[in-house]
């Protein structure tokens, strides 16, 4: 049999069909992916990449079993190395954190149950903390169309092995933007669900209250698939609770905020003309639009590192970073020690969890069966004016996503029309 060449990416669906017509096995799929692996080692996009050892236990398995069996059946995929897969090492972005799981994290082992292959553990923002992929002890992961650009973070080796076909989806987390934000830097579908509608058990948190696994891929079916056998409640995971995914269906409305959209970084003005095309694109579709006062999303998005909410991560990291002096990389390390200010006492806590409260009934009552659609990002920078601006810059590409878990939203960032030659826009 003449074994077929992957595409340059690649969907769920399509594999299973090269499957299914046995013009593929899955020991071609993972020799393939490990020639793209070596010849993309330099964009530093994984952690722990695939190896055929690792990978044999997974092969020996499907080979008991059709691809009809099981709906994942043969699907490599990638994993954000702050999710747990049995035995293989768990960094979050830091050498010294490591530690060695004794079992998977809940959501990938119902991807594995499914039959999916675990490939390895993806590059990320180091402690999840970061919303540029450059904030990594393991290098900067390149973005995959113009790797002088950012990829996107902190999910940003997860994201790009997505987009460079090194797999067919992939798992992230999204707390601010993580997993939406890297997606629309690269092309990619970023699906963040409803907080505790996926199980975050094995997962390092960032923010246990607003932490969300994530999925990225080139094909809304592709999601829906995955989020079909993931989505449930898990007694492992105290923060996990029952949210049954609506049918799909049109919304009654679409919202879009009235204030001026500010865009920043070097393509500015190809972003701002990209949405302008979006916002064109949406007012064709005959659903009413609404412009509204979204003051408050900003609002409550700077509760997130401007507040009191900043503290959760030092309440969950603090400990390490004490005990382990200048082992963070410093960017993170200031994030996070940013947690430990003293004004951020109970009460500030309180006085701001009530204010967050408010803006939660708001949007609950305001974007019931309705939509709200933002740009995922305002623009893009250069990996190098990152480096010399590491906090602005960071802070910049989360103004359109820092929102949602606050204020507790599911959110999916989908490819629109490029904003110039290989600038993907969400």
Known sequence: MKTVSLPKTFSVQWLRNMYIKKELTPEDVVHQI????????????????????????????LATLSP??????????????????????????????????????????????????????????????????????YGETHNALKPELISGGSSSGSAVSVARGHAAFSLGTDTAGSGRV???????????????????????????????????????????????????????????????????????????????????????????????????????????IEYIDGSYLSKAAALLYEGPYVAERWADLGEFITSHEETAFPVTEQVLRSGAKSEY????????SHKLQSFKHKAYHQLKNAVL???????????????ENPIETNSDMGRFTNHCNLLDLCAVSLPSQDADLDLPFG
């Open 182 to 288: 890297p997606a629309g830097l690269n092309r990619l579908i970023g699906y963040k669900p409803s907080l505790g509608a996926w199980s975050s058990a094995g997962v390092v948190p960032a923010c246990k209250s607003l932490d969300c696994v994530t999925a990225f891929a080139h094909e809304w079916s592709d999601v829906l698939l995955v989020d079909s056998i993931i989505r449930g409640v898990d007694d492992r995971d105290p923060w996990s609770r029952s949210v049954v995914r609506a049918s799909s269906a049109l919304p009654e409305k679409i919202y879009m905020v009235k204030e001026p959209l500010s865009f920043y970084g070097p393509f500015a003005e190809q972003y701002e003309k990209a949405w302008k095309q979006a916002v064109k694109k949406i007012e064709d579709l005959s659903i009413p």
């Open 68 to 137: 009809e069996a099981l709906p994942l059946w043969g699907i490599p995929f990638a994993i954000k190395d702050n999710i747990d897969v049995a035995h293989v090492p768990t960094t979050a972005g830091c050498k010294e954190y490591t530690y060695i799981p004794s079992e998977h994290a809940t959501v990938v082992q119902h991807l594995i149950d499914a039959g999916a292959i675990p490939l390895g553990k993806t590059n990320l923002d180091q402690f999840a903390t970061g919303l540029v992929g450059t904030r990594s002890p």
């Open 373 to 387: 659609v933002m740009p995922t990002a305002g623009g893009t920078w250069t990996r190098e004016q990152v480096r």
């Open 345 to 352: 006492d109970a009460a500030a806590l309180f006085q701001a």
């Open 34 to 61: 490990f020639t793209r692996v070596e010849a993309d080692k330099d964009m530093n996009i994984w952690i722990t990449p695939p190896t055929l050892d690792e990978l044999k236990p997974y092969l020996d398995r």
